[in-house]
C-alpha cells in the first residue's frame, strides 16, 4: 500500500505543510516516487509520523525531537523541562479563566489592567492607561497596593479631577487640589513607600522617572497636570511633622 502526501496527511491527522515541514527538519525521511514524479509513502513513514505528532502533543520541541530520532529516545530532562513548561501554561490559563470571570461579572473592558477589573469601569481613560504603564514600572506587590488605593477611592474629588478641563480657571484648580490633597495624604500614610519607590522598581530611577513624566504629560490635560501638582505639594505638607513645618515662619 503506498499513499501520497494529501492522503498521508489525512490518514495521520495533520496537513501537506506539516508533512513538508517535516521533510524540511529532516524528522522525516524522503519517499520513494512513482514514475510520474509523484511521493509514495509506505507504513514506516506512517509510523514515524505518528511518533512525531504524538511528541508534539506532549509539548516536545521539534528540534529535541530531531534528538529524540537519533539517540532513540526523548531524555528525561527533556521531559521534565516541558512538564515545568506546561504547569506554568496551566497556571497561566487558570489565571486567564479568572481574570474573564471578573471581566464578565463587572462589565469590566477586557483590555483593562490585571487586577484592576473590579474598578475599571470608574476608571478614566487616563487612569486606565497610565496604571497599565505602571504594571512595567514597579514589581507585583507595588501594584497590590495601587489596586488597593483604587479600590477605596471612593472620594467625588476623584470624577471631578477626571472631568476637570483643560481651561479650567485658577479657583477651580485650586479648589479640586485642595480636595484632592487629603486623598493623597492617606495614600501616602498608609504606603509609606510612594515616598521611596526604588525598592519596588522594576526598571532603573531614570527611566521610571522619565517614563513616569512622559506618560502623565500625554494623557492628561495642562489643568489635571497642574492640579496634580498642586495637590501633592499640599499633601506632602499636611504630613510635614508640626516642628519642622515652624520653622518656615521666621521669628521676628
Known amino acids: 500500500m503506498a499513499w501520497s502526501t494529501r492522503e498521508l496527511a ?6 501537506v505543510n506539516t508533512i513538508r515541514h517535516y521533510h524540511r527538519l529532516g524528522l522525516l525521511e524522503e519517499p520513494d516516487r512513482r514514475y510520474n514524479g509523484y511521493k509514495q509513502y509506505g507504513v514506516p513513514h506512517l509510523v514515524c509520523l505518528l511518533r512525531i505528532r504524538r511528541l508534539v502533543e506532549l509539548g ?18 527533556v521531559l521534565r523541562q516541558v512538564d515545568a513548561q506546561l504547569a506554568s501554561e496551566i497556571e497561566r490559563l487558570s489565571k486567564a479563566r479568572s481574570d474573564i470571570a471578573v471581566i464578565l461579572r463587572d462589565g469590566a473592558p477586557a ?7 473590579s474598578v475599571a469601569p470608574r476608571l478614566s481613560e487616563a487612569d486606565t492607561s497610565l496604571i497599565h504603564v505602571y504594571t512595567r514600572l514597579y514589581d507585583e506587590d507595588a501594584m497590590k497596593d495601587l ?39 492617606q495614600n501616602l500614610t498608609d504606603y509609606p513607600w510612594l515616598n521611596d519607590p526604588g525598592a519596588h522598581l522594576i526598571k532603573s530611577e531614570n527611566v521610571t522617572m522619565q517614563t513616569f513624566i512622559d506618560s502623565v504629560v500625554a494623557l492628561y490635560n495642562p489643568a489635571q497636570i497642574d492640579v496634580l501638582t498642586r495637590a501633592s505639594l499640599l499633601a506632602h505638607q499636611r504630613l510635614r511633622p508640626t516642628s519642622e513645618a515652624g520653622d518656615d515662619t521666621n521669628p521676628e
Open 10 to 15: 489525512d490518514l495521520a491527522g495533520t496537513t
Open 60 to 77: 516536545v520541541p521539534l528540534s529535541e525531537i530531531g534528538v529524540a530520532r537519533t539517540v532513540g529516545d526523548v531524555p528525561p530532562e
Open 111 to 117: 483590555d483593562g489592567p490585571a487586577g484592576f477589573e
Open 147 to 185: 489596586q488597593r488605593m483604587a479600590e477605596n477611592d471612593n472620594d467625588p474629588v476623584s470624577a471631578e479631577m477626571d472631568a476637570l478641563p483643560p481651561d479650567a480657571d485658577e479657583a477651580t484648580r485650586q479648589d479640586v487640589a485642595e480636595r484632592l490633597a487629603p486623598v493623597i495624604a
